[in-house]
């Protein structure tokens, strides 16, 4: 990726926005908006959030103790108040909100109104159950639209959310629960894959055993005969919601009320949950949603992202309906029956927003032009790309088969952020493999280690001043979220290595840190290792991400083995089945060495970067704190 991005930066393709693009974006000349926006950010903000309703208004836009940011302050709101009432009360309440399509092809369609009434009766029934503001409710549940029906039901009467992507296994669900210690899990009997059912009330049953908070289960019944449910603590779905009232009003909460919790891997063993509010993230998703995208009501909105993670919270589920927009959101694999799924999806809806990663498209390019080229895809004219860095070689790919003159929206942010940070809008020059530049009014640049702007070059990638969408603290690890601010000084340090040329244009190049990236899956070194090390053979363990032609990183461990185990080649499975029980499927290491011995420092510290330069036949720098 370095050196290619090298290359770019020497021969500079850029690729102008068509006139047609430009004329319609929402956002025309970005130079003037974005000076404009940062002469007073706050200002700016609090213009975008008059564009939505409020219960009652703030008295103050920011106020900010460094690190501690509150936005909006003193106001109160409900952001499904904005995803829905507001849509209802207008010419929008029959518009289509969702379309969910199935692995089969099946569809679930449902209006604004009628999502509105699904979401007021799942409302309606979690308050039947007792719950109470601020309880915590972990959703773990596959791609279908009760995940969205929970999340908003939640949200309505100031439940905090937390939803867990439904490939996580047992122990890593059950400490999910743990940590935020939720009354309710709302889940499945089954997710498909690629034709195959997933066990997941199995995965459940597994975790809340060991979860004294949890009072019930919800289980969304798919399959026939319906699974046994342990009665009264398990319930079915839509008995649940049978019969409860469609009218629940949206709860008015102070703008900082927590909205949800998202668990995400750091460099510790233990995965931190990140604390997301009702207002500033409200303002924040719904208008880099508007810009980004250029969102208009005629779009057809289609993210391939699972609300499991960041991105499906923040651009499936709360910035689309907060512009009234109409959302395709589909189950499955982009290759499963067919890799022409996503394609047909696109003809077959009129698709004009196209939001996908770039281990997709890796994945797609494989199968070769032919597939997109099968389906009429005339309808895009707005592409995207979230979740690590896209190669410019995927970038040409996917530009070409989408008919050549639809721009790329290369979005980074991250779970922490709450919103797209950098990224262009339609009406700006691209250059492939570049996110381009900060969105309006943040304020991003990249810094050496003391915090220095590096203007032109490579360093750290930060952002300056708080922004309404930032995480608020790290759920019972303030000192955690403080570490964000306190790395390097005066900034959020987002953990990203960066290039910042010429024109300004960001090149983000990967993890500072002992995150690795798989398939865009985000996960923590510390996190597999200690998995490993449970494993009843193995004494130590480091784990480092590879570079890897589709997931753009793969996972590599290198063990020790206790005294007396003996390296057959069985051990290498037992280990990856280990893994796999752990943690899930996303975490298992592609490859596992078993060495007798690991490069630390003379502190112990496994040096991971050694391991790396080794694997990659580089040059480890500078070794002389090493011990072995
Ligand atoms: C990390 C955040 C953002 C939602 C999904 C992932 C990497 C994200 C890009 C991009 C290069 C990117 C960064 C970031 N990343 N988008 N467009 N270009 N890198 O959220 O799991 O919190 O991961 O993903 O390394 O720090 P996440």
């Given at each position: 990726?370095?050196?290619?991005?090298?290359t770019?930066?020497?021969?500079?393709?850029?690729?102008?926005?068509?006139?047609?693009?430009?004329?319609?974006?929402?956002?025309?000349?970005?130079?003037?908006?974005?000076?404009?926006s940062?002469?007073?950010?706050e200002?700016?903000?609090?213009?975008?959030?008059?564009?939505?309703?409020?219960?009652?208004p703030?008295?103050?836009?920011?106020?900010?103790?460094?690190?501690?940011?509150?936005?909006?302050?003193?106001?109160?709101?409900?952001?499904?108040?904005?995803?829905?009432?507001?849509?209802?009360?207008?010419?929008?309440?029959?518009?289509?909100?969702?379309?969910?399509?199935?692995?089969?092809?099946?569809?679930?369609?449902?209006?604004?109104?009628?999502?509105?009434?699904?979401?007021?009766?799942?409302?309606?029934?979690?308050?039947?159950?007792?719950?109470?503001?601020?309880?915590?409710?972990?959703?773990?549940l596959?791609?279908?639209?009760?995940?969205i029906?929970?999340?908003?039901?939640?949200?309505?009467?100031?439940?905090?959310?937390?939803?867990v992507?439904?490939?996580?296994?047992?122990?890593?669900?059950?400490?999910?629960?743990?940590?935020?210690g939720?009354?309710?899990?709302?889940?499945?009997?089954?997710?498909?894959?690629?034709?195959?059912?997933?066990?997941?009330?199995?995965?459940?049953?597994?975790?809340?055993?060991?979860?004294?908070?949890?009072?019930?289960?919800?289980?969304v019944?798919?399959?026939?005969p319906g699974?046994?449910?342990?009665?009264?603590?398990?319930?079915?779905?839509?008995?649940?919601?049978?019969g409860c009232?469609?009218?629940?009003?949206?709860?008015?909460?102070?703008?900082?009320?927590?909205?949800?919790?998202?668990?995400?891997?750091?460099?510790?063993?233990?995965?931190?949950?990140?604390?997301?509010?009702?207002?500033?993230?409200?303002?924040?998703?719904?208008?880099?949603?508007?810009?980004?995208?250029?969102?208009k009501?005629?779009?057809?909105?289609?993210?391939?992202?699972?609300?499991?993670?960041?991105t499906?919270?923040?651009?499936?589920?709360?910035?689309?309906?907060?512009?009234g927009?109409?959302?395709?959101?589909?189950?499955?694999?982009?290759?499963?029956?067919?890799?022409?799924?996503?394609?047909?999806?696109?003809?077959?809806?009129?698709?004009?927003?196209?939001?996908?990663?770039?281990?997709?498209?890796?994945?797609?390019?494989?199968?070769?032009?032919?597939?997109?080229?099968?389906?009429?895809?005339?309808?895009?004219?707005?592409?995207?790309?979230?979740?690590?860095p896209?190669?410019?070689?995927?970038?040409?790919?996917?530009?070409?088969?989408?008919?050549?003159?639809?721009?790329?929206m290369?979005?980074?942010?991250?779970?922490?952020?709450?919103?797209?940070?950098v990224?262009?809008?339609?009406?700006?020059?691209?250059?492939?493999?570049?996110?381009?530049?900060?969105?309006?009014?943040?304020?991003?640049?990249?810094?050496?280690?003391?915090?220095?702007?590096?203007?032109?070059?490579?360093?750290f990638?930060?952002?300056?001043?708080?922004?309404?969408s930032?995480?608020?603290?790290i759920?019972?690890?303030?000192?955690?979220?403080?570490?964000?601010w306190?790395?390097?000084?005066?900034?959020?340090?987002?953990?990203?290595?960066?290039?910042?040329?010429?024109?300004?244009?960001?090149?983000?190049?990967?993890?500072?840190?002992?995150?690795?990236?798989?398939?865009?899956?985000?996960?923590?070194?510390?996190?597999?290792?200690?998995?490993?090390?449970?494993?009843?053979?193995?004494?130590?363990?480091?784990?480092?991400?590879?570079?890897?032609?589709?997931?753009?990183?793969?996972?590599?461990?290198?063990v020790?083995?206790?005294?007396?185990?003996?390296?057959?080649?069985?051990?290498?499975?037992?280990?990856?089945?280990?893994?796999?029980?752990?943690?899930?499927?996303?975490?298992?290491?592609?490859?596992?060495?078993?060495?007798?011995?690991?490069?630390?420092?003379?502190?112990?510290?496994?040096?991971?970067?050694?391991?790396?330069?080794?694997?990659?036949?580089?040059?480890?720098?500078?070794?002389?704190?090493?011990?072995?």
């Open positions: 990726m370095a050196e290619q991005i090298e770019l930066l020497k021969t500079g393709r850029i690729i102008e926005p068509t006139s047609q693009t430009k004329a319609q974006a929402h956002i025309q000349d970005y130079e003037k908006a974005y000076a404009r940062i002469e007073d950010p200002q700016f903000w609090d213009g975008i959030a008059k564009e939505l309703d409020w219960f009652s703030w008295e103050k836009v920011l106020e900010w103790n460094y690190p501690w940011a509150k936005w909006f302050v003193g106001g109160t709101c409900n952001i499904t108040y904005n995803c829905l009432d507001r849509h209802v009360q207008s010419w929008r309440k029959n518009k289509v909100a969702v379309i969910w399509v199935g692995e089969e092809g099946q569809e679930r369609i449902f209006t604004y109104a009628e999502l509105y009434r699904q979401v007021n009766k799942c409302a309606n029934a979690l308050k039947g159950l007792g719950l109470k503001q601020g309880d915590r409710v972990t959703i773990y596959p791609k279908i639209p009760e995940q029906v929970a999340m908003l039901a939640c949200a309505r009467i100031g439940l905090i959310h937390s939803v992507y439904s490939g996580f296994s047992a122990p890593a669900l059950e400490s999910r629960i743990k940590d935020c939720s009354r309710l899990v709302i889940t499945a009997d089954v997710g498909y894959d690629r034709g195959k059912s997933l066990n997941l009330k199995q995965v459940v049953d597994e975790a809340v055993a060991r979860c004294p908070s949890v009072e019930h289960t919800i289980v019944r798919r399959e026939q699974v046994p449910l342990a009665q009264p603590k398990e319930l079915d779905w839509e008995t649940w919601v049978e009232s469609p009218v629940c009003e949206a709860e008015p909460l102070d703008a900082e009320t927590p909205l949800y919790f998202l668990y995400t891997s750091g460099t510790t063993g233990k995965p931190k949950g990140v604390v997301h509010v009702h207002g500033g993230y409200m303002v924040g998703t719904y208008i880099t949603s508007k810009y980004v995208f250029d969102l009501d005629d779009d057809i909105y289609f993210c391939v992202a699972d609300p499991g993670w960041v499906g919270h923040s651009y499936i589920v709360y910035g689309p309906l907060l512009n927009a109409t959302i395709l959101t589909a189950e499955g694999k982009p290759n499963y029956p067919t890799p022409g799924r996503w394609w047909e999806l696109i003809a077959r809806y009129s698709v004009s927003i196209f939001y996908t990663t770039p281990t997709a498209i890796r994945l797609l390019m494989k199968y070769g032009e032919e597939w997109p080229a099968k389906s009429d895809l005339s309808s895009l004219r707005i592409l995207g790309s979230v979740g690590e896209i190669n410019p070689e995927a970038w040409e790919w996917f530009h070409r088969v989408a008919g050549g003159d639809k721009p790329i290369d979005t980074w942010w991250q779970t922490e952020t709450g919103m797209i940070l990224t262009p809008l339609p009406s700006v020059p691209l250059k492939p493999g570049s996110a381009t530049r900060p969105f309006l009014g943040i304020e991003a640049d990249v810094v050496d280690k003391e915090g220095n702007s590096v203007g032109t070059g490579g360093g990638a930060v952002i300056k001043k708080p922004w309404p930032m995480m608020r603290t759920y019972k690890d303030p000192e955690r979220y403080t570490t964000y306190n790395t390097i000084p005066g900034c959020y340090t987002a953990g990203d290595v960066c290039h910042k040329d010429e024109d300004g244009y960001f090149w983000f190049m990967g993890r500072a840190d002992d995150v690795v990236k798989v398939a865009g899956n985000r996960i923590g070194t510390a996190e597999v290792e200690s998995a490993l090390v449970s494993h009843d053979a193995v004494v130590e363990a480091a784990v480092i991400g590879k570079p890897h032609a589709t997931a753009g990183e793969m996972i590599k461990a290198f020790i083995l206790k005294e007396g185990q003996t390296e057959t080649s069985d051990m290498i499975k037992h280990l990856q089945a280990h893994v796999l029980q752990e943690l899930g499927k996303i975490a298992v290491p592609k490859e596992i060495d078993i060495v007798t011995s690991l490069p630390k420092t003379r502190s112990g510290k496994i040096m991971r970067r050694v391991l790396k330069a080794k694997e990659l036949g580089q040059d480890p720098g500078d070794i002389s704190t090493l011990e072995e």
